[in-house]
């Protein structure tokens, strides 16, 4: 009886002060600002993540959250979740066929032999043009065959190569995108510029493994962690590590790792990851999936 009582007087109430349509109106905007608000609360931003230790080249195979300290500026964006990103990769091996690059030939042969079932690869030859030598495929036969088959001519254009690449080698959605570039490193005068090229690399959600001998080193670094990647300098894996160019970089793109972060806010140019384990280490990303 209580509770009918309770309900009589709630209505009789009602019914003294109805609800004006102007106030019913502010309810119920007030009521969708505060559900806008509590999904702004709770809004993340995913970044795609490469930890290597900067001695060994080894990657980073158990990423966590405390492990990560994120800045953007003078803001720092709390971690929320680390998960290791699995599933299915397309892998376009960028190979240098200019008149130099035949001499990474043999770490190109090793990265094929790496392929793991479920993986799909294409060749791209370059020079001072791009041409894709052989489609996506899971024959490792196949696409040694059409790495022998090179023909090595003119000067390379690494930036206008790996634009090309970016641009329109990647057509199968649900596969994750990953360009391994094989080069001695020698850069002779893209018309693409490096800020371009990380814009649709990162529109289109493509990390970026360089393999070099020597030359633009910098540059190497900057094309491989502003998109996500690493650099691997092939002298620099001949002196600290026994693992093959191919294990290598391999062993980096298969403990990449999706990192969600608190804020829907994209991250500026003066945003930061850094590494709070001790030991000195290189870190690539960027944001997307």
Do not use: H
């Given at each position: 009886m209580r509770g009918a009582d309770t309900l009589d007087k709630l209505g009789r109430v009602k019914r003294c002060f109805p609800l004006s349509t102007s106030l019913r109106r502010q309810t119920l905007a007030l009521t969708v600002l505060c559900a806008l608000l509590g999904l702004a609360a709770n809004a993340s931003t995913r970044l795609l993540v490469t930890v290597v230790d900067r001695d060994t080249m080894a990657p980073v195979?158990?990423?966590k959250a405390a492990d990560l300290r994120i800045t953007d500026g003078n803001?720092?964006?709390s971690v929320e979740?680390?998960?290791?990103?699995?599933?299915?990769m397309d892998v376009a091996l960028l190979v240098d066929s200019s008149s130099i690059g035949?001499?990474?030939?043999?770490?190109?042969?090793?990265?094929i032999e790496q392929l793991a079932q479920g993986d799909q690869m294409s060749i791209v030859a370059f020079d001072s043009a791009a041409t894709v030598v052989q489609d996506f495929t899971?024959?490792?036969e196949a696409l040694a065959q059409s790495l022998r088959n090179l023909k090595y001519g003119n000067n390379p254009h690494i930036l206008d190569a790996v634009f090309a690449v970016i641009d329109g080698a990647f057509t199968d959605a649900g596969a994750r995108?990953?360009?391994?570039l094989i080069t001695p490193g020698l850069e002779a005068g893209s018309r693409v510029s490096e800020s371009r090229l990380y814009r649709l690399a990162q529109r289109n959600e493509v990390s970026i493994y360089p393999l070099f001998v020597g030359g633009y080193k910098?540059?190497?670094q900057d094309l491989a962690e502003r998109t996500g990647g690493i650099a691997l300098s092939l002298q620099d894996m001949a002196r600290k590590t026994k693992l093959s160019p191919g294990e290598a970089v391999f062993g980096l793109i298969r403990?990449?790792?999706?990192?969600?972060?608190?804020g829907d806010l994209p991250l500026g140019d003066k945003a930061k990851v850094e590494m709070q384990r001790s030991g000195k280490y290189r870190i690539g990303f960027r944001e997307g999936n």
């Open positions: 195979t158990d990423l803001r720092e964006r979740t680390v998960e290791k990103v699995s599933g299915p035949e001499i990474v030939q043999p770490a190109a042969a090793n990265i899971s024959s490792k995108p990953v360009v391994i910098g540059m190497f403990n990449q790792y999706v990192v969600t972060i608190s």
